[in-house]
């Protein structure tokens, strides 16, 4: 079945580390988003990448970095530079950005905690 | 304020009732989704409207473009419709980013 996996589910990051987290999808989709989930708020869009080889920052960009090497890979980096990155994180695809209106797929999230 | 506001923000229902989630939202839109998020945290995409209503199964979306205003209705409800439903917008002249703008999500427990 086709779908957007990412992984893994739960990571600990101590203070001053990077790091990556994975989001692949097998549905052909051109379009990826990360979206910041927090607790009493609504999902907020990190990046969001329309293309291979190309990606655009969101709202909360800051503290963050992408890549999208692949059609079907769209990794996210927290970096040290994001001071409060506990949160949830979802990664979602969509077929084409140039058509309005296409629904956006979802993964089940990674929850990232602060060791 | 919000831009898209949710109500209830929580709502605890009996076994077989008729459960209503509202949606307002304050800018102009081409599309309104309405999206299911597990326990687990995965999210799924009930609806996708315009205008109008849409049925599945025991899930009915409406929206009324002139007020800015959606509802989500759960008829018969069921514990496993225990879940958070999110209403997220997509902003008209958003251009080709499909960019959704997301409510804080409702919290409903069906009980047995």
């Known amino acids: 079945d086709g779908g957007i996996t990412q992984s893994p589910k739960y990571l600990f990051r101590k203070e001053g580390q990077n790091v990556t987290l994975s989001c692949e999808q097998n549905l052909n989709h051109d379009a990826m988003y990360w979206y910041r989930q927090d607790p009493g708020q609504g999902l907020r869009l990190i990046y969001y990448?329309?293309?291979?080889?190309?990606?655009q920052k969101g709202d909360i960009a800051e503290g963050y970095s992408v890549s999208r090497e692949k059609k079907e890979s769209f990794p996210l980096t927290v970096t040290s530079a994001q001071k409060n990155p506990t949160a949830f994180y979802l990664c979602a695809s969509s077929i084409r950005p140039g058509t309005v209106n296409q629904p956006q797929h979802f993964g089940d999230g990674t929850r990232l905690s602060i060791l | 304020k919000n831009e898209v506001e949710q109500s209830p923000q929580n709502l605890t229902a009996q076994e077989g009732e008729f459960i209503t989630i509202n949606c307002s939202y304050s800018v102009g839109i081409s599309a309104l989704h309405w999206l299911q998020q597990h326990p687990g945290g995965g999210i799924v995409s009930l609806f996708m409207l315009s205008s109008g209503k849409k049925k599945h199964g025991r899930l009915i979306a409406t929206i009324n473009i002139q007020e800015k205003h959606s509802s989500l209705h759960i008829t018969a409800s069921h514990p496993r419709d225990s879940a958070v439903y999110i209403c997220?917008?997509?902003?008209?002249?958003?251009?080709?980013?499909?960019?959704?703008?997301f409510g804080t999500g409702t919290l409903l427990a069906v009980q047995p």
């Open positions: 997220a917008v997509v902003l008209r002249g958003g251009g080709a980013t499909n960019k959704l703008i």
């Open positions: 990448s329309q293309i291979v080889n190309d990606f």
